[in-house]
């Protein structure tokens, strides 16, 4: 297993916002996801990773390499795929002509293998037949599938994804896994999201990251350990719970300290995440003001 | 011709359509054959074996590669007529924003020269006074996230910003001059006129882009506009003579700004696209 | 309808017509599921009229791609495969135009007429075109290819002529001299 990432103490600060607190993060080969609700710094976090922003201070190694010298940054961009939060393309541009555009940008010289190397991508995610569609007649699933597709182009061995499945149908998110599963083998996928089913469902690897921090690191099944013994089930709702929701039975789910005597329930990744996030959230995991 | 009921019901058996593919028919029975297959799909099928597929295969692929490759513009197939790569070409002349900026430039430029060249020498104090700005602006408006929705993609990829920054640099300003240079010989009195607004032009554009690594760059265009109408309009007011009297020292001073100006790029160019991402 | 990207239109049961109102969206897909039922007897009929099968290739190409920009201007009347040859024969014209064959193996790759004598034959045409076959067959090679090109492939004088190597002059004066020939063969 070879360390892709490596990263120590990374501050990112906005003004008096760190957006980046003293963050820890190694990544190897497989799929590693990030997860956090919003504003947690998971997307400072990725544009650090690919190279897009700099970090403050803080050690960073991607794929051996320095980010903060041209040279190591260079080495890392040929290696890179990169999907953006709010990935755009000319809006007057085909599908094929927006990835043709990126694949200019990655150095594909000699124009007819980029274009045969746009068609592969545009076909993996399942563009093929709109390829000559304006990127302005595209669905917004299928928009974020076109960044994909760029982001794929020349099989790069460090794939950073951000959110990559907001804005997709429940099945071409399980397409979509499909594809990331794939790309990680023997390759690295670092990708954020608050869907803790694409954690169990597609990552090796997760960490869960709050106001800039890495508060968990480890497999999906060491995850829902963490909240061992912290779940149970009561036909009354208990106020002490950090979190807790009614089940279709009429039972009530909490998270928390149980009380004596509680039925305690084997935990899931959700029930680990909601309980490292503290008391202090929703349950689509914002934090309450 | 009462053929059409009849034709149903003959076909070609594998046989036929073999020796038909190979030219082993006659002339007659091949126009049977070819007026058969029209209508019909079955026996169109049984043609399918008789082409390598391989061979098929390749015309396919030229079939998609023309279909779907986009089609160079005029703007690209002139980048590439002076030697600039096809990427290159691709990634200055796609652009629509950087050629919308380019037609605008290109088309308000013109007009303003022939303008210039059927009126009296205000014509061309006003035309000295405007040109300069075009470029500049053009170049301002053509790159950041505001013009290219791709930018946070282009920032993680290998391809250096800088170097597309300066081509697209090099063709808006370019662009504008070339009609210029076409309409120069036509305008009245001092040749040198026309040429004079370049050397402006330049600074203005190469300011403005030092200026980017602190401030956004259409403020910065909007900034350097004032100050330069606010040096050439008086002279535009009172009289013809107050702007070309003033030619050799703005002159001068353009250049000293454009030194100045490009040293200042040279010196930070290793962190110009992080510093251009912050303010643009 | 737009056909999605995960449906592969192969199927059998979607007609030429509705391939070419896809391609006519825009849809790729459906602009080669219409090449592979098409491109073997437009190559197999192309070569019997070009020697050259690089020439035939890249009419084949020039065909699709015109298919693709043109789509939109089928009718939805007649045959597909009939318009779609329309465009193949006037490319192969427009080859011939940029570099003009050395000679004319044109319609005629095989002048053996005994084949037409076969028992076989003899009854495929009697179905198709009764006597006229016959009178065809006895027309010289020139006549014949340019009754060929006129009356089966559906040509203008001025494209025949291309397509022959002679000037439309020419094609007239034969197309004259065959149908002639034809009303004597057939009054007899």
């Known amino acids: 297993m070879n360390t892709t990432i490596d990263a120590r103490g990374l501050v990112k600060a906005y003004g008096r916002h760190r957006a980046l607190d003293g963050l820890d993060l190694t990544s190897t080969t497989g799929v590693t996801g990030l997860l956090g609700p919003n504003g947690a710094g998971k997307t400072t976090l990725l544009r650090v990773l690919a190279t897009v922003l700099a970090a403050d201070s803080g050690d960073l190694r991607i794929l051996g390499k320095d980010p903060h010298d041209p040279e190591g940054r260079l080495h890392i961009r040929r290696s890179l795929g990169y999907l953006p939060q709010d990935a755009g393309f000319h809006r007057g541009f085909t599908a094929f002509e927006a990835v043709d555009y ?98 169990a469902a597609v990552c090796s690897h997760v960490v869960v990251v709050k106001n800039g921090r890495a508060l968990f690191a480890g497999t999906p099944t060491e995850l829902a350990a ?32 149980p009380p004596a005597g509680a039925q305690l329930v084997d935990p899931t990744i959700e029930d680990a995440y909601l309980l490292l996030l503290g008391p202090q959230v929703d349950l689509e995991g914002r934090e309450v003001a | ?36 297959l029209i209508r019909c799909a079955a026996c169109r099928a ?169 401030v956004a760059p259409h403020l910065a265009a909007i900034g350097l506009s004032a100050l330069w109408l606010a040096v050439v309009i008086p002279g535009l007011a009172h009289s013809r003579n107050a702007l070309l009297a003033s030619e050799l020292p703005v002159q001068l001073a353009s250049l000293a700004a454009l030194t100045v100006s490009a040293g200042a790029l040279l010196v930070q160019r290793h962190d110009l696209p992080e510093l251009f991402r912050r303010t643009a | 309808m737009t056909l999605t990207a995960t449906e592969r239109p192969m199927e059998e049961h979607v007609t030429d017509g509705d391939l070419l109102s896809a391609v006519a969206d825009g849809s790729t897909a459906a602009l080669e599921s219409l090449y592979r039922r098409h491109a073997s007897w437009l190559t197999v009929r192309l070569s019997r009229r070009c020697a050259d099968p690089a020439i035939v290739d890249e009419v084949l190409q020039d065909t699709f791609v015109a298919v693709w920009k043109s789509a939109g201007r089928y009718t939805g009347q007649g045959e597909p495969a009939a318009w779609i040859w329309g465009i193949a024969i006037r490319r192969l014209v427009d080859a011939f135009r940029r570099t003009p064959p050395a000679a004319y193996p044109l319609y005629d790759h095989v002048t053996d007429l005994n084949l037409i004598e076969s028992a076989e034959d003899r009854v495929l045409l009697g179905v198709e075109h009764g006597d006229l076959a016959g009178a065809l067959g006895r027309l010289s090679p020139e006549l014949r290819a340019v009754v060929q090109a006129t009356v089966l492939d559906g040509l203008t ?24 020939a034809l009303r004597k063969e057939l009054a007899r």
């Open chain 2, 1 to 36: 011709m009462n053929e059409e009921p009849m034709s149903t019901e003959w076909h070609l058996d594998a046989e036929l359509a073999g020796r038909y593919a190979q030219g082993g028919v006659s002339t007659v029975l091949a126009s049977s054959v070819e007026q058969h």
């Open chain 1, 102 to 199: 990126v694949a200019v940008l990655k150095e594909h010289t000699g124009a007819r293998a980029r274009h045969d190397e746009v068609r592969r991508v545009l076909d993996r995610v399942g563009l093929s037949d709109v390829a000559n569609k304006k990127v302005r007649a595209l669905s917004g699933g299928m928009r974020r599938r076109l960044g994909l597709a760029q982001a794929l182009l020349g099989t790069p061995s460090l794939l950073v994804l951000d959110e990559p499945t907001a804005g997709l149908d429940p099945e071409q998110r399980m397409r979509f896994r499909d594809l990331v599963s794939e790309a990680g083998h023997g390759k690295t996928v670092v990708l954020s999201t608050h869907q803790t089913e694409d954690v």
């Open chain 2, 46 to 214: 049984l043609l399918t074996p008789t082409v390598p597929a391989a061979r098929l295969d390749a015309v396919w692929a030229e079939v998609l590669e023309t279909v779907e490759t986009p089609r160079a513009t005029l703007l690209e197939r002139l980048l590439r007529g002076v030697r600039v790569d096809e990427g290159t070409a691709r990634l200055v002349a796609a652009t629509p924003s950087l050629r919308g900026a380019w037609i605008l430039g290109v088309v308000v430029v013109l007009t303003l020269a022939v303008l210039t060249a059927h009126a009296d020498g205000n014509g061309i104090a006003l035309f000295l006074a405007l040109a300069p700005v075009l470029p500049m602006a053009g170049v301002a408006f053509a790159f950041g996230p505001a013009a290219d929705p791709t930018h946070e993609i282009a920032a993680a990829a290998p391809y250096s910003s800088l170097h597309l920054l300066a081509v697209r640099t090099v063709v808006v300003v370019a662009s504008t001059l070339v009609p210029i240079g076409l309409a120069a010989p036509f305008l009245p009195g001092n040749a040198w006129l026309s040429v004079a607004w370049l050397l402006p032009a330049l600074a203005l554009t190469v300011t403005m882009l030092a200026l980017a690594t602190r």
């Open chain 3, 157 to 180: 004088t001025r494209e025949a002529g291309r397509l022959l190597g002679v000037p439309a002059g020419t094609v007239k004066t034969r197309m004259m001299r065959a149908r002639a």
């Open chain 1, 226 to 257: 963490v909240a061992t013994g912290r779940v149970w089930v009561d036909t009354d709702r208990d106020p002490r719970a950090y979190a807790g929701w009614r089940l279709g039975a009429g039972t009530y789910h909490h998270i928390g300290d």
